[in-house]
Every structure is written in C-alpha cells, then in structure tokens.
C-alpha cells in the first residue's frame, strides 16, 4: 500500500510513466548498423554461385569448420581436428554448444553433407573429392576424411576463406541437388536472417544470434571468437553511389562497403567517418572468354585478345590515373603470392593493337561481333566494359557491347547456347585476392572443360599439375607448380589478368572493430552511442 501522502491515482501514474521510461530505454539500447553492401542480395544459397555478396552472406548466417587467422593459417572453428601418422586420414570433431538457428543440434551429418555438396562445385573442393577414398559418420560429433595418399588438402580446402567458402547447412538443406538452389535460411552462425523482412535486391535483415556460443579465442582475421556486439545489421540497395554518400553523410547509413574512388573526396577528412582499405579485400580484374564458341574456341584468337588489352587504362577507369588503390600486375596469382610470376608481362600489362590486328589477318578474321556482356550496376566493374571494347576495337574486333545488371551478366554467363540463342562470347569480372593467391582453388584458372568456370577452357595439363599441387607438401615445388599453371594460363588464353586494385570502405566514426579479413564480416563491430 503506498503511503498515506501518495493518492493511489498518482501512484499508478507514476508507476506507469516509469515503464514507459524504462520501455523507451530498451528501445534504445537496440544498436542497428545499416549498410550498403557492394551489390544487393538476390539469393540465400552460398553454393549456388562465386557471388561474393553469397559469400558475405554465408558469414552472416552459417559458419566454417575451420577458418583462417590474419596469417592465413588454418584454426579450429566449429571443429578441432587430428592426423594419422601417415597424413591419409584426418578426424574432425564438432566443438560444443553448436545449434542451428531453429535451436537443433549441428551433427557430424550435417557437416558431411554439407561438404558433399559443396566439393561438387567448388574449385578446391573438386580437388578435395577427387582425393577422397572415405568420408564416414563416426558419431553425432565426428567424422573422418581419409584419402588415397598423403595430403594437406583437407585443411587448406575446409579453412577456405572465400569464393565458394565450405559453410555447414542443416543435413535437410545440404541434400537438395546443386541444380537446385535452397530456399532455407536456417545457419547455425553468430547472426539470423529474417526473413520476413528479406526483399530480394532490396534489403536484407540479420539480427544476432542469442544462443551463438562463441570460440574462446580472440579474433583473429576470420578464426577466433564471432562475438556480436550489435543487435541488427541492415543490408540496404542504393544502385546510385552519390545516393548512397547523401545518405552516409545524412547518417542515413554507417557503413559503405565500397565507395567508388572518385567520391572520396567528399568523405576524406571529415572525422564523423573512417575510411579504411582492407588489402586482404584487394581484387583481381580478368576477362574471360567462351573457349565453346567462336571465335575463341580457336586459340590464335584468344591470342589476339590477350594482345590487345592493357591494365593500365582499366585501372584508370576504375580507381583514377596515378592512384594509389591500383597497380598493374601480369602475375595470375596476384603480386603478392606465393606464385608471382612475370611471364610475358609486357605482352599482358601493355595492349599491343598492331600485333593483335596482325594475328586477326592470318586467321582470317570476318568481322564477326564479339558479345562482350557489360555489367552496369557496380562501381568495379561498370568501367571494365567500355575499356575492354575499345582496347579490342582498336585492334579490329567487331564489338558488340550489351550493357545489363550484374544479375543478368551472372544468370547469361551459364548459358553455353550461341550468341542468337543467348550465349556469349566475352566478359569481365573481380575475384578478391585471397581466390586469385589459390591455384587448387581459383575458380579463373581451372580448366577441366565442362567441370570449368564459366568459359569451360579444356587444358588437361592445367588440371594435372592444380592435382600435383594438392599432393605437394614442399614449398619450393608448389611455387615452381603454381608458376608451370600461370604460363599454362597465359598461352592458353584461360584468362587475362587486367590489373588490381584495393576498395575503401567507408565507415560512421561510430563503429570500430572492423576485422582485417577476406571478407566483411560484422561481428567483433561495434556501435557508439
């Protein structure tokens, strides 16, 4: 009973005001984190397609086996493991207090699944496979990979950090056949998905997951403890990037996971953001060609196209002449990697117009138009089209430059139909560094035909020696290897290196705690008042 100089009236309204108040707090305390990513997410299966915002999204909602620290060495994630003494059989075990989202437990099935899975598709989980002698259920927490001879292959492809990463599904989902794309949103990673609230190119919604037991570990580029120090994270499409500065500016949005260089200006000294480059974020720019169609099924006229681009004016293009965010580089595996090599760099980092149109006579070339797809909607690749058609038109190819959504150019390029039917002949892309670095696993220089990255090149050396790689343990072998693949892939005209260059993310002062990564990930960030 309150007392006697206190109305009851007055009691309850103040008592009623008092959890308002503390309601209002509660509303508060909720820290939301809205970003626009460097495309819009249209699909939720992170096997279906080497789309790295599938990738980003993986990170978000499912977790990895293994993962790999700032140093790029494998460590235990959602499992420990050990080795027989004779390196064939590796014994994974799940880690406790792992649960999906819909709160059942993850099981040694569903990694094994999961895994069948993704080594249908993914470069180095082919690899992996043809590898493989047994991979069997032990109990509800284990199971063992045994191999037909000795390899590090298991812990180089389960650590994979990007590309198609070996992210773990529900047992239910990991069945569906790879023709088909799942529809289940269900992970067992540090954040949820709601789907509610998903609007495919639109918006996407993650929200933290309350019953993710972290590792004990600190952080440590993608290995560590995921602790989630936000409450939601808001993936937002903004196509126009000046709308997307307006509303970074306007404290619309925190984070701007790829701000195109000619806009940072309008961000740079302003303390309210931070700007960063995350190096192991760098990307590789390449063109591609259809090795099923003419004319690029004949290899003199690949030739002509690896003669006829530069890097320099690709890069440019995309991040400003004489900036620091890009250099040319003729390595396949990137500058920095194990792999480096400069084989025929002048030929690849400088277009030699003369050379390429002398090769086009020879052959016979009829003025045939070149398909070439052009991506209009992300700041990377926007300028890679108009540089690469008139690098190829100056060398007399016949260009034919069909401009579209990035969506578009990733659902044409699985056609292997002719041009009239919906086919192609040319397009260009990004793959981020930590890919590129990978020659069991870079998806730019596989060359099984059929088994191919879209392009389906059919060089049985180039796949001989990615397995020969597998095998090797010694260092200075696996760099003579991986140089071996990279003149394979030159002559061949697999690919066409065009250049690097780092994004800057864009950032409110707000949040720290961005991790050094392969990929942007939102755990470990946090949010200021």
């Not at 058609?389 to 578009?408: E, I, K, P």
């Not at 699985?414 to 990004?430: E, H, L, Q, R």
């Not at 394979?488 to 697999?494: A, T």
């Not at 065009?498 to 755990?523: H, I, R």
């Amino acid at each position: 009973m309150p007392p006697k100089s206190i109305r009851p009236g007055i009691f309850k309204t103040a008592l009623l005001s008092l959890c308002l108040s503390t309601a209002g707090l509660a509303v508060q305390a909720e820290t939301t984190v809205t970003a626009v990513m460097h495309a819009p997410l249209r699909a939720v299966d992170p096997v279906i397609s080497t789309a790295y915002i599938l990738r980003n999204y993986g990170y978000m909602v499912y977790d990895t086996l293994l993962a790999r620290d700032s140093k790029g060495q494998p460590q235990p994630q959602m499992a420990s493991w050990t080795v027989s003494d004779d390196n064939t059989t590796y014994t994974f075990t799940l880690r406790d207090g792992l649960k999906f989202h819909d709160g059942a437990p993850v099981t040694a099935e569903d990694a094994v699944a999961s895994l069948k899975r993704w080594s249908q598709v993914d470069k180095t989980g082919q690899v992996m496979a043809s590898l493989l002698s047994d991979m069997s259920v032990v109990d509800e927490k284990t199971f063992t990979m045994t191999f037909s001879e000795p390899t590090g292959i298991a812990l180089i492809a389960l650590s994979k950090p990007s590309g198609l990463a070996p992210f773990i599904l529900p047992k239910a989902a990991a069945e569906t056949p790879i023709s088909e794309p799942i529809t289940s949103t269900i992970g067992s990673g540090p954040f949820k998905f709601v789907e509610a609230e998903y609007q495919p190119g639109v918006g996407a919604t993650f929200i933290k997951n309350e019953d993710y037991v972290p590792r004990d570990e600190p952080a440590d580029g993608l290995a560590g403890g995921k602790v989630v120090k936000i409450d939601k994270v808001v993936w937002t499409t903004m196509p126009d990037s000046m709308t997307a500065v307006s509303a970074l500016l306007a404290g619309e949005i925190d984070f701007y996971e790829q701000i195109p260089h000619d806009l940072l200006p309008l961000v740079e000294g302003n303390p309210d953001f931070t700007a960063d480059v995350y190096r192991k974020q760098g990307s590789q720019n390449l063109a591609r060609m259809n090795h099923t169609l003419p004319p690029f099924d004949n290899p003199k006229m690949r030739e002509a196209v690896l003669l006829a681009l530069g890097q320099q004016p690709m890069l440019d293009a995309q991040v400003g002449a004489a900036s620091d965010y890009g250099t040319i580089c003729a390595a396949v595996f990137g500058c920095d990697s194990l792999y480096a090599s400069d084989y025929r760099a002048e030929d690849i980092i400088q277009p030699h117009p003369a050379e390429a149109k002398a090769i086009l006579d020879e052959v016979g070339y009829d003025g045939t138009p070149i398909m070439l797809m052009h991506a209009t909607d992300l700041n990377n690749l926007a300028p890679q089209g108009p540089v690469i058609a008139q690098q190829l038109r100056d060398a007399g190819f016949n260009v034919d430059m069909v401009s579209m959504d990035w969506a578009s150019v990733v659902a044409r390029r699985a056609s292997k139909a002719a041009v009239a039917d919906g086919g192609w002949n040319m397009f260009s892309t990004t793959n981020v560094l930590p890919d590129v670095g990978d020659p069991i696993g870079f998806i730019g220089v596989a060359a099984g035909g059929e088994s191919a990255w879209f392009g389906w090149p059919n060089v049985p050396e180039i796949e001989a020696l990615r397995g020969k790689l597998a095998r090797s343990s010694d260092p200075a072998e696996q760099k003579q290897i991986g140089q071996e693949i990279d003149k394979l892939v030159i002559d061949n005209g697999v690919m066409v290196p065009m250049g690097e260059f780092y994004n800057v993310t864009v950032k409110s002062a707000k949040l720290t705690g961005q991790l050094d990564a392969e990929a942007p990930v939102f755990w470990n960030i946090e949010k200021a008042e």
